[in-house]
């Protein structure tokens, strides 16, 4: 869908309204008759019916292989699936040809990470003595993967921690950043506590001192304006699943002569240039990362909403978002018992809010909130250190979308306000 240009700053009501009548799935019932409030949209988000019927025409009028036929589909699909990498590429300010699929944003990580470790990749082969800078708040995704580099590498791990407000703590941080430090990994927004982070500032102490930085961008990319090249990373991944897009897809986002540089993480079909029984030589990037067959239908629905992103805005969506967090702050600031894991405040954080419960389990509160509708996340959300940060085990979720309505977080207040009650803890 458009939105027209001329429209205020944020979303108003009826434009949701709008919104909504394109995401069948917010119309169903849960429970016992309940009308579905869907507050886990960091997860994964929903699907419009643009982006649904995209990957529907496609698989009825033009599937096929790409890049290995000379008949029509093939043509048809080839044609598609690089359209729909130069639209990505371009939503996300980085250049066609570093634009590399992946099956999610987890791969581009590990293909980074594993790329790295290998001393093919030169200048930017990680040694003993290097230095691996992440954060505290960082999903396992963009943890683990450093964790195993610098173990096979003899590279140090260190990370940024956390102030008690859920910020960065950047008092140290010319300290952390050094002329030992060949890359800085961090989320641009944590999908906890919904904090955003300093990105190009980070990125411009890395850059000093030549190392690459590595953004997290999940819970970015679909919330907020993201242009890669002006906040001067070297690299980002990102997942459709999470921007009205499929599952099954994500991207990895790169300088271009980053890519150039790296060797391949998997070979096979599709990646090759030259092959005998004893050498193989492979293509230049991006289709040297994309090795057997890949997310074609998958990329088409994510140009799709590519597309709808765009329609309705970006900056509009991020000032609608804003106001949805301060809605959702300011309701559970009145719910006895709730403690707010993280900034307390809308500045500078996505419409992300994890909390705990006093006395009551977070799968005991995501029961009693299905039960009114409301789905929400529960768990570690895998980022176990985020929560042993703030000395818990694990939290509740809610994070909100484009497609959220103001009644819909106050049927979410009202519902968390029973939980204590239910469970005899008020």
Not at 80 to 102: H, Q
Not at 347 to 365: I, L, M, Q
């Amino acid at each position: 869908m458009t939105l027209t240009s001329a429209a205020p700053t944020t979303l108003g009501p009826d434009e949701v309204e709008t919104i909504r009548a394109d995401f069948p799935i917010l119309h169903r019932t849960v429970g016992d008759g309940a009308p579905l409030a869907y507050l886990d949209s960091g997860a994964t988000s929903q699907r419009p019916k643009s982006v649904l019927q995209a990957e529907y025409d496609f698989a009825t009028t033009s599937y096929s292989a790409v890049h290995r036929g000379a008949h029509t589909l093939a043509g048809e699909a080839t044609d598609a699936f690089e359209a729909a990498r130069e639209s990505v590429a371009r939503f996300v300010g980085v250049p066609y040809e570093g634009l590399v699929w992946t099956r999610n944003a987890t791969e581009g990580l590990n293909l980074l990470a594993s790329a790295l470790t290998d001393p093919d990749a030169g200048a930017h082969a990680l040694k003993p003595g290097d230095e691996i800078l992440v954060t505290e708040l960082e999903h396992h995704a963009n943890l683990v993967p450093w964790q195993r580099a610098a173990a096979r590498t003899g590279a140090k791990l260190r990370w940024i921690p956390l102030t008690d407000a859920g910020r960065l703590d950047l008092r140290n941080i010319d300290e952390l950043i050094n002329e030992r430090t060949k890359v800085v990994a961090l989320a641009h927004a944590s999908n906890v506590l919904g904090t955003v982070n300093p990105v190009a500032l980070l990125a411009e102490k890395a850059r000093s001192v030549g190392a690459l930085t590595i953004l997290d961008a999940c819970q970015s990319v679909p919330h907020l304006p993201v242009d890669l090249t002006e906040l001067g990373v070297d690299a980002a991944v990102f997942s459709g699943h999470k921007m009205l897009g499929p599952t099954g897809i994500g991207a990895l986002a790169a300088r271009p002569q980053l890519l150039e540089a790296l060797p391949p993480v998997q070979t096979g079909g599709s990646m090759v240039e030259l092959v005998t029984m004893e050498t193989a030589t492979f293509r230049e990037p991006p289709q040297r990362f994309e090795a057997g067959t890949p997310p074609v239908a998958q990329a088409v629905a994510l140009h799709a909403a590519v597309d709808y992103l765009t329609g309705v805005g970006m900056d509009r969506i991020a000032a609608r978002e804003h106001e949805l967090a301060s809605l959702m702050l300011d309701g559970l600031a009145g719910v006895e018992g709730v403690r707010v894991i993280g900034p307390e405040d809308a500045e500078n954080r996505t419409a992300t809010v994890a909390f705990a419960v006093e006395g009551v389990h977070p799968h005991d509160v995501g029961q009693v909130l299905d039960a009114a509708g409301v789905a929400v996340r529960v768990g570690h959300h895998c980022a176990q250190p985020v929560h042993r940060r703030f000395g818990v085990n694990a939290s509740t979720r809610a994070s909100a979308y484009l497609y959220t309505t103001d009644a819909e977080i106050e049927r979410f207040v009202t519902a968390l306000g029973t939980v204590r009650g239910f469970f005899g803890r008020s």
